[in-house]
């Protein structure tokens, strides 16, 4: 089943800078896909559609089968309900614990409070960060703090999630760590788009790699890496 | 519990939290409500007040004198009763005889009446007394009888009501327009106070965004925030209002100013209007302030 589908998209900004164009891409249920390219390329032109913080000029975008090309403003939350994001600043909260961090995401949409008991322990397995559960960010490294962003990102069970360069401010190993997580959540049936500059992280997980360059998709090859080799480079 | 209780409930909270947060800003908010509400209480009261002086003096004064020659004979005044009875403008017409007046004047004089004994002729002259439904008819009546024969002179007040419901009408406009003014300046300022709160939880609001909060469960706290503050203020002046003019009316009663109270609108009349229009405007103006203060951060 393919969860997201943009059919011949453009986007023009309002400024007259053409941010994307004749975008075609489909991503199937479970992928795991790299958005690379440089910086002003497009790669955050295309994360806004997805989250409906910007609409195409031309063109349809669906989402779990669903157009979500043109909706109104007040059905926007329930589409982001169904899409899990993680950015590379973390976006956690000061003033809340971790566990309050990633709970309060189930309290927004009027879970039941059981089952945040129970959903809230089990994401924060995942990430690997029961034993931080009380402890407040400033208490926590870098990549905690990520890890705290996933559970987070994933505790209303969302069918895609969107990481922003989720290792851009972090140290190698520490990236290795918040990839792997990835991988685990990808495991379990979460579709995942990341975009990223992390040109050994992609080479070496070997999954699709869509390049964006200019706003022109150049590239979309399975088990891709970073570059596309050019002979005698 | 339902998911939609649940959602409430921490509106809610966050909006007592937001309250507490906010003291300082809170307090100019809840200061600059009071003033408005009790400016707009004065106002009101010397408006319902006037209204009582305008009423009464419609009542008193609804009335038409015709003054008669003093030669005029019996038929003459039967036909003008006639005339006058056939308007379905009048309630009845009295004959007060010049004896009759110079009566009455001598009573009215007290014991100062005795000055009177000493006229020679009576100088008052027969009167038509002419009770109307109300006394914007006066002219009209007037009209219709005089030409007629016998009458020496037509009088009636309505001059004085015209300028009085003029003043009232001054007042009123007036008390609007300052009222407005104020009104304009406190939803700015509880809107700056809002912002305040909003600004500290912009982080959150932004994370609210992409987890999928609703606009209305993200707002939510903000309006209650600004409501409870519109609530505060309205409760104050209420009792400052209330307090206020009961202590004013009394005083005012005890030092026999009583000519002059006896116009003004009594403060238990009063209360429970004053209740409703407070709350319903302070409770107003804090949620559109705090409306107003979150339009921006909504549109992300």
């Known amino acids: 089943m393919l969860l997201i589908r943009f059919v011949n998209v453009n986007k023009e900004y309002k400024n007259g800078v053409k941010a994307l164009s004749n975008i075609n891409l489909f991503i199937d249920k479970g992928e795991f896909v790299f958005l690379v390219g440089p910086s002003g390329a497009g790669k955050s032109t295309l994360i806004k559609l997805i989250l409906k913080e910007e609409n195409p000029t031309e063109g349809r975008i669906y989402l779990n089968n669903r157009d979500i090309t043109y909706v109104k403003n007040r059905k926007i939350p329930y589409i982001r309900r169904s899409v899990g994001v993680v950015f590379q600043d973390f976006r956690l909260l000061p003033n809340k614990t971790v566990y309050e961090n990633v709970s309060f995401a189930m309290e927004i949409i009027g879970a039941h409070p059981k089952d945040i008991r129970r959903n809230v322990p089990m994401v924060l397995s995942m990430v690997d960060l029961s034993d931080k559960a009380h402890n407040y960010p400033h208490e926590l490294s870098g990549g905690e703090h990520q890890r705290v962003a996933i559970a987070r990102a994933i505790v209303n069970s969302p069918p895609i999630l969107i990481a922003d360069e989720p290792t851009g401010n972090l140290d190698p190993e520490t990236a290795w760590g918040i990839m792997k997580v990835l991988r685990d959540i990808n495991r379990r049936g979460t579709t995942i788009l990341m975009a990223t500059h992390a040109k050994d992280i992609v080479d070496a997980m070997k999954r699709r790699v869509v390049e964006i360059e200019k706003g022109v998709i150049v590239r979309d090859e399975e088990k891709g890496v970073y570059e596309h080799e050019i002979p005698g480079y | ?300």
């Open chain 2, 1 to 300: 519990m339902s998911m939609r209780f649940r959602v409430i409930k921490n509106i809610l909270k966050q909006g007592f939290k937001g309250l507490w947060r906010n003291k300082g800003m809170g307090l100019a908010s809840v200061t600059s409500i009071t003033a408005v509400l009790v400016i707009l209480g004065i106002f009101l009261i010397l408006i319902l007040s006037l209204n009582n002086v305008v009423m009464d003096t419609r009542e008193k004064f609804d009335e038409v004198q015709v003054f008669l020659e003093d030669e005029i004979t019996a038929s003459q005044i039967e036909e003008i009763e006639n005339r006058v009875k056939e308007s379905d403008k009048v309630i009845s017409v009295i004959f007060k005889s010049k004896d009759q007046a110079l009566e009455e004047m001598k009573k009215s004089w007290g014991d100062e009446g005795y000055l009177l004994n000493g006229l020679e002729t009576n100088p008052l002259p027969h009167t038509l007394i002419i009770k109307l439904k109300d006394i914007e008819y006066a002219d009209s009546v007037a009209k219709s009888i005089e030409n007629m024969e016998g009458i020496e002179e037509i009088q009636y007040n309505q001059d004085i009501i015209e300028k009085l419901v003029l003043f009232s009408n001054y007042i009123r406009n007036g008390g609007l327009v300052v009222v407005s003014i104020l009104l304009l300046v406190s939803v700015f300022i509880i809107s700056n106070t809002i912002k305040l709160t909003v600004t500290a939880r912009k982080t959150e609001i932004n994370i609210m965004k992409y987890v999928g909060a609703t606009n209305g469960y993200i707002r939510g706290p903000f309006v209650i925030e600004g409501l409870l503050f519109g609530l505060i203020g309205a409760v104050i002046s209420i009792l400052i209002v209330s307090y206020g003019y009961n202590y004013f009316f009394n005083a005012a009663s005890d030092k026999l100013y009583v000519l002059f109270t006896v116009y003004l609108v009594p403060p238990k009349a009063l209360m429970k209007d004053v209740m409703i229009i407070f709350i319903a405007i302070g409770a107003g103006i804090g949620a559109l302030g705090s409306l107003v203060s979150m339009k921006r951060f909504l549109n992300v």
